[in-house]
């Protein structure tokens, strides 16, 4: 019976709307509040939805582009929204829409004549020329460049909302202004959205919204009980959060209300999950006190001390890391860094120890960690680009990355690069409506699933990596 439906729903559809939700949980979007989102609870009851397993690593850039591709960060060549620039060791180049080289779902549709609208893909800025209509996304350096393809269509933005946000600063103490940012942004950007709805002729339309992920950052341990910094309740911010899906909600039934649910499919999408932050784990510091880092001397206080402003002991060093939701390793490897120590014949080997030290590291109080090491040739089919040499999720990233310093303790109750609460999880979200179907279906995805399932929807068929799920 529910086969038949799938299948009636499949020639039903005509046009596929994505409503892309930064860091959306399961927990929370199908479970802990669904009962108080009462546009998405009605669209859940006539979908195909569930968690949807991430891909390595579980962050916005380049989960999305993982998303629309098919394609791994290793094939994509993107490990996140910066990166090292090979053969230096502080020199970095951040992510943008030049580096995918890789066919997403809008340039196969492309190929039969379909048209797109894309709204805050990241990355997606500079805006690439595209069968449709493009506004890029929070990478974007500000109003004043030019954001949309084609470049007209910035001015019909403006016309429609004055100033376009892109992105709000989060880690910041003035939590009112952030809070009042976010729901200016997300209002702006839906009234974007509807007014793109009605004026392109379009047969695919995604949006990502990354206001949800920025209220999680900056609100999570005013609403979660368990968080070890949580003020109490009735703090000032207990709601945001809440709140905030309830704006989304809104926002999100107003705009179905434009769609033709009887040949629309409508997916809801997060590129990765949420959680509390544990704390944050130094790993310079850690790294110096092993012995791996060689410093000139390691500071215990002032922190946060950038890692570019200490004197390091090049030639005596053996490896160094990044911070971050993630954290990546670096060998400091004799020819390919200017002050390399380890020969490439004893790379493999020094890097096994090293990875092994660290998953061997306990948590404050001795407590044992979950924590996880992947070397990117192990994980991809392919590893392109600049890549770290080990990519760790510290206690299966409960605690965040601090690359900073001068700390009495690798172990730090907060962020070091301003206030944040919450860190990523493994598990995003995957809903999709067809036209059609009359009850719903709980299943467990893979963020590799989502484009051919995009491309059934369209009767296409491509060698990616996932399934299409119906």
């Not at 910066?82 to 997403?104: C, L, V």
């Not at 892109?166 to 209002?187: A, G, H, P, S």
């Not at 092993?290 to 002991?313: A, M, N």
Request: hydrophobic residues 35%; glycine residues 8%.
């Amino acid at each position: 019976m529910f086969e038949e439906q799938v299948k009636q729903g499949l020639e039903n559809v005509k046009k596929v709307f994505v409503i892309g939700l930064d860091s959306a949980p399961p927990e929370l979007l199908f479970h802990r509040f669904i009962d108080e989102l009462p546009h998405i609870k009605k669209l859940l009851e006539k979908s195909i939805y569930g968690p949807m397993k991430t891909g390595i690593p579980a962050i916005t850039i380049p989960m999305w582009m993982t998303m629309a591709t098919g394609k791994t960060p290793g094939e994509l060549g993107l490990y996140g929204f910066r990166h090292r620039k090979r053969g230096t060791y502080n020199d970095i180049w951040i992510a943008n829409s030049r580096m995918i080289k890789e066919k997403a779902v809008w340039d196969y549709i492309a190929e039969k004549g379909r048209k797109s609208v894309l709204v805050g893909i990241p990355p997606s800025y500079p805006p690439k020329k595209v069968n449709g209509w493009l506004i890029s996304c929070f990478i974007t350096p500000g109003p004043e460049v030019d954001y949309t393809y084609p470049k007209e269509l910035k001015s019909e933005v403006e016309r429609v909302v004055g100033e376009y946000i892109f992105d709000v600063v989060f880690r910041k103490e003035n939590r009112d202004e952030v809070k009042e940012q976010l729901w200016e942004m997300t209002e702006k950007r839906f009234e974007v959205i509807r007014y793109l709805i009605e004026t392109k002729d379009w047969d695919y339309f995604q949006f990502v919204e990354i206001g949800l992920d920025r209220v999680h950052h900056a609100f999570w341990k005013y609403f979660d009980e368990n968080h070890h910094l949580y003020p109490g309740k009735g703090n000032k911010y207990e709601n945001v959060i809440p709140d905030y899906y309830k704006l989304l909600d809104r926002e999100i039934g107003k705009t179905l209300k434009l769609l033709d649910l009887d040949e629309t499919a409508v997916i809801i999408v997060s590129d990765h999950g949420i959680k509390a932050m544990k704390g944050s784990f130094a790993v310079n510091h850690w790294l110096a006190e092993e012995g791996y880092l060689k410093l000139e001397s390691l500071p215990k206080e002032g922190g946060p001390i950038r890692f570019d402003k200490v004197k390091v002991k090049w030639e005596e060093t053996v490896a160094w890391g990044w911070g971050g939701y993630y954290s990546r390793i670096f060998i400091n490897v004799k020819g390919r860094e200017p002050k390399g120590k380890i020969p490439p014949s004893k790379f493999d080997e020094v890097r096994d120890e090293v990875a092994e030290a660290i998953k061997s590291i306990r948590g404050p109080n001795g407590e044992k960690w979950d924590t996880k090491v992947f070397y990117p040739e192990d994980i991809y089919p392919v590893a392109k680009g600049d890549k770290p040499d080990m990519m760790v999720y510290f206690d299966d990233l409960n605690w965040r990355a601090a690359g900073t310093l001068g700390y009495p303790s690798p172990y730090l109750r907060e962020n070091d690069t301003g206030p944040d609460d919450a860190v990523h999880a493994e598990y995003g979200v995957f809903s999709l409506y067809l036209p059609g179907l009359e009850e719903s279906k709980v299943i467990t995805t893979s963020i590799y699933d989502f484009a051919p399932t995009v491309l059934k929807l369209f009767d296409m068929e491509k060698p990616l990596r996932g399934r299409s799920i119906v």
